[in-house]
């Protein structure tokens, strides 16, 4: 069943993974599933591995450096992510 990720009340976070190492910092959090997808544009443009996340809340945080509501919702997304031998670009799900 296909799931509907454009739902704009859903909030994303933008971050870098690096799949080598494991290692992630997240870029942005807060934005709208628009939002999301223009910064995941321009990061793509300069050759990041840049990734959206759905977050569960609104993050309380100004900042996403630090944030521990981002780390949470990315350690659920990496999970998905090194679950697979290929990542989704878009939008890692959670597959549980
Ligand atoms: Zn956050």
Do not use: W
């Not at 509907?4 to 870098?16: G, N, R």
């Not at 995941?40 to 630090?66: I, N």
């Amino acid at each position: 069943m296909p799931q509907d990720v454009s739902d704009p009340l859903k909030l994303k976070l933008v971050m870098l993974f690096n799949a080598r190492n494991q290692t992630y910092s997240v870029c942005r959090h807060n934005l709208s599933a628009e939002e999301a997808s223009q910064e995941l544009d321009r990061l793509r443009r300069q050759g990041l591995p840049a990734f959206t996340v759905e977050q569960r809340s609104r993050h309380k945080a100004e900042e996403a450096e630090g944030c521990g509501d981002c780390r949470a919702d990315v350690q659920h997304a990496i999970e998905a992510i090194s679950g697979h031998s290929e990542p989704e670009p878009d939008s890692p799900k959670r597959q549980l």
